[in-house]
């Protein structure tokens, strides 16, 4: 349910009415935006939850060196040094001296 606070009249004439998210089980509610009233009409300003959204690319980055990580363990990027591969590259007429 949303909440509509007390409108504010600023010395220039522009009136400011705030607008929350009721909480749950009557807690503190959320801020969502600000209706901005002046001589051009009326202006919408969402709120922006700051901490949220740096929680969330934290977030991501975690996932994505987790995946990384698991990635490289499961099949490494360099090459594969079995005893097979080396004896091989050993004999391979590329490689004899």
Known sequence: ?????????????????????QGRR????????????????????????GGRIALIGACTGFVAAALA???????????NLTERAMIALAESPKHRR
Do not use: C, K, N, Q
């Open 69 to 79: 990580t698991l990635a490289v363990v499961h099949r490494p990027p360099w090459p």
């Open 26 to 49: 009557g807690g503190p509610g959320r801020a969502v935006g600000l209706y901005t009233i002046d001589s051009d009409g009326v202006t919408w300003t969402p709120a922006v939850d």
């Open 1 to 21: 349910m949303l909440v509509f606070g007390d409108p504010y009249e600023t010395s220039s004439g522009t009136v400011l009415i705030t607008v929350t998210r």
